[in-house]
């Protein structure tokens, strides 16, 4: 069975400060991972995908992936009250090495007071 | 270019009657995704078309679930005798070959009563 795991939260961190989400995963063979947020009411966006070990930076967000402990993390520096969202995980896996399918954590929601 | 689009964007429907529910991906993307979303859960995985045919179909929770993709483009997800658990956020999602980053939908909103 293969399982995405995440802090369902709230995460609460005050405007301007650092909030890093977590995500674990049990399939090793996993490749890629994805991060999409979702407002409420709304469809899940994506923000960042990351493929290789090491970060990944965007702006004021950054993936972490380490494959060796099936962690992947994203952090989001100077967090506004706009960011204030669930925040998806997602894991892909396929068929014949294609990683189309993907596997969503239940997401972990932030709330950035001002 | 548009993006995906689904339709309706509510649908309203009394216990035991059918419902279709349809999702029109990006133009020339090839993989389609259906997904089902309860209030406050995660994605539930239905099922991943790659042109028409569906290799995956595991993640349908009963056989009064089905979908069809004709002409590698439109789906529709047909609820056959609906329950009131079927109540949920139906998202689609498409991507351009499968093994790369899923654009969602807006979705649809099923309430059965």
């Known amino acids: 069975q293969k399982e995405v795991e995440q802090n369902s939260g709230p995460l609460s961190v005050p405007e301007g400060a650092i909030a890093s989400l977590n995500c674990t995963y049990s399939d090793r063979g996993s490749q890629s991972f994805f991060w999409y947020r979702q407002y409420s009411g709304k469809s899940p966006e994506l923000i960042m995908f990351i493929y290789s070990n090491g970060d990944k930076e965007d702006g004021r967000f950054t993936a972490q992936l380490n494959k060796a402990s099936q962690y992947v993390s994203l952090l989001i520096r100077d967090s506004q009250p706009s960011d204030s969202a669930t925040y998806l995980c997602a894991v892909g896996w396929g068929y014949g090495g294609s990683q189309g399918n993907l596997i969503f954590g239940k997401g972990t929601k932030l709330s950035v007071k001002p | 270019g548009a993006g995906v689009s689904q339709s309706p964007s509510n649908k309203v429907t009394e216990k035991g009657k059918d419902v279709e529910l349809r999702c029109d991906p990006i133009s020339g993307h090839t993989a389609l995704y259906w997904y089902r979303q309860s209030l406050g859960q995660g994605l539930e995985f239905l099922i991943y078309?790659?042109?028409?045919?569906?290799?995956?179909k595991s993640g349908l929770p009963s056989d009064r679930f089905s979908a069809e993709r004709t002409g590698g483009s439109v789906s529709t997800l047909t609820i056959q005798r609906t329950q009131q658990e079927d109540s949920a956020v139906y998202l689609c999602?498409?991507?351009?070959?499968?093994?790369?980053?899923?654009?969602f939908g807006p979705g649809t909103r099923l309430l059965v009563l």
């Open positions: 999602a498409s991507s351009p070959t499968g093994a790369e980053t899923q654009y």
């Open positions: 078309f790659q042109g028409n045919s569906a290799p995956d």
